[in-house]
């Protein structure tokens, strides 16, 4: 398939079925020329997928992104080249297979074997169909069990796909935990080695293996009710109407109960008349912390699509000015729309050439919100590509841009501005350390409020939290 957005009005008519989808997405991710979400976007409005294959597509993406170490594991258990030899297209056509025989129910495994062996001989001939065809088939053979493991179940043999559900083997397919802790996390998890250590090293070994189990399970769905036109017990009588099992959180989320696909609840009427915006409640922290009163001015220094500026809007009852900057035109862009569908007028989406001669223009600046790019390990679960991404040189590069994020905020702020620095990190490079070095150059400043949560997931939706960070600045 051509990389190029320039297809003709033949290709665009030209259909692609699930696992189509899927190996081109997957190909995209791994080479590094987009993001899952983002080349599954550019698949859907270049070709034609039929309305069931688009949720299939997107579990089938995430799945393997989420299990890829593990999957491949259990894969080099049973295939007879060495992985490593495989040309990537082969390595995908295995991996979607392998997580759909794993852990879905809905396609028979006779079928999934099919299409994958169909998709091995358009890469490689009928040679490259039978290697796939025996490669599943002895797949099959050698998984004795799904379910519940048991007390006596050797863990190498055990595959956990839930948080209540393993597949077993008939033979070890999972590293030995007693010879060696970090290896066996890393591939039962999917989490390189890199991150388990450092957490092991960091939080302990209970916390960390905590911290991989979590990062493979589905995360569940946080709705912030919009607070101009709803409340959360209203929106949650509204979405069970669209069919949706809710579940009441405090006062500022409706949690669906079952984590499901996103996209079934935003492309219901309660979305887009705008009663909520999805937002994880310890995302919520950081404007909770700030907490602009109505007729306040706020920077959104990197508002992206704009979660936290309209969050920060509705609080303010949509009177004061919110300016959402952001280097990204094309996120603005969304934002404004998104403005537009939560009926929010105060957002003000400011290009970052012109944010001084903005914030100038105010009489005031009461606070600054900082949510700095970072590498999202408290939010894996959501992110999963983000995992294969994260390395000391990239947590470094991260650190010095962070900290000029936040300098670049204090040289804009006023006496009276509060600045709230937030990340959806758990490391300490890019929060504890990066506001510690903030204030070693900025005595005038004082930490009123610090924070970092790590994420938690229990038997009930509403047990959900992401992981992340925030502090609170103000001048002495």
């Not at 989490?191 to 569940?220: D, K, M, N, Y």
């Not at 919110?322 to 290009?351: E, F, H, Y």
């Not at 050439?353 to 009489?363: F, K, N, S, Y």
Request: some cysteine; aromatic content about 4%.
């Amino acid at each position: 398939m051509s990389e190029s957005g320039s297809e003709s009005g033949s290709k665009r008519s030209r259909g692609m079925g699930a696992r189509d989808v899927a190996i081109c997405v997957l190909a995209d991710a791994r080479a590094g020329r987009r993001t899952a979400k983002r080349s599954i976007d550019e698949l859907l409005g270049r070709y034609t997928v039929r309305f069931e294959d688009v949720g299939l597509a997107s579990e089938l993406v995430w799945g393997v992104v989420r299990h890829r170490l593990t999957l491949e594991a259990v894969l080099q258990f049973v295939v007879t080249a060495k992985w490593e030899r495989l040309s990537p297209t082969m390595q995908h056509v295995l991996l979607v297979a392998a997580y759909q025989l794993l852990c879905l129910d809905g396609v028979p495994a006779f079928a999934v074997i099919h299409e994958a062996v169909e998709q091995a001989k358009r890469e490689g001939g009928r040679p490259a169909g039978g290697f796939v065809n025996a490669a599943l088939r002895t797949l099959q053979r050698r998984l004795i069990g799904r379910g519940q493991s048991a007390p006596g179940d050797d863990p190498r043999t055990c595959v956990r796909i839930g948080p209540q559900r393993t597949c077993r083997f008939d033979g070890p397919v999972l590293p030995d935990p007693t010879a060696d802790r970090i290896l066996y996390l890393s591939v039962a998890t999917s989490h390189p080695t890199f991150l388990v250590e450092r957490w092991t090293r960091a939080f302990g070994p209970a916390a960390a293996e905590s911290l991989c189990r979590i990062g493979t399970c589905r995360p569940a769905a946080v709705l912030r009710p919009n607070r101009l036109r709803t409340d959360a017990a209203a929106l949650a009588a509204r979405l069970a109407t669209e069919g949706c099992e809710v579940e009441v959180v405090g006062d500022e989320a409706v949690v669906l109960i079952n984590p499901p696909a996103v996209g079934p609840i935003l492309a219901g009427s309660s979305f887009r008349e705008g009663l909520f915006q999805p937002q994880d409640i310890t995302a919520m922290h950081a404007v909770r912390l700030a907490d602009p009163k109505p007729g306040a001015v706020v920077l959104d220094l990197c508002a992206g699509f704009g979660t936290k500026a309209t969050q920060a809007a509705e609080r303010m009852r949509d009177q004061g000015v919110v300016l959402a900057s952001d280097s990204d035109s094309r996120k603005l862009k969304s934002l404004q729309r998104n403005c537009q569908r939560l009926g929010l007028t105060c957002v003000r989406p400011i290009a970052v050439d012109a944010l001084d001669a903005a914030v100038a223009a105010e009489p005031r600046l009461d606070v600054i919100l900082i949510d700095v790019p970072c590498s999202n390990t408290g939010v894996l679960a959501r992110r999963p590509e983000a995992r294969y991404r994260v390395s000391r040189r990239s947590l470094a590069a991260l650190a010095t841009a962070q900290r000029s994020l936040l300098e670049r905020a204090a040289s804009l702020a006023r006496r009276e501005t509060r600045l709230v620095y937030s990340t959806c990190s758990v490391e300490r490079e890019e929060n504890e350390a990066v506001v510690d070095s903030f204030r070693q150059g900025h005595r005038e400043w004082r930490i009123v409020r610090m924070e970092k949560n790590l994420p938690q997931a229990g038997g009930r939706a509403a047990q959900w939290r992401d992981g992340g960070f925030v502090a609170l600045l103000v001048r002495v």
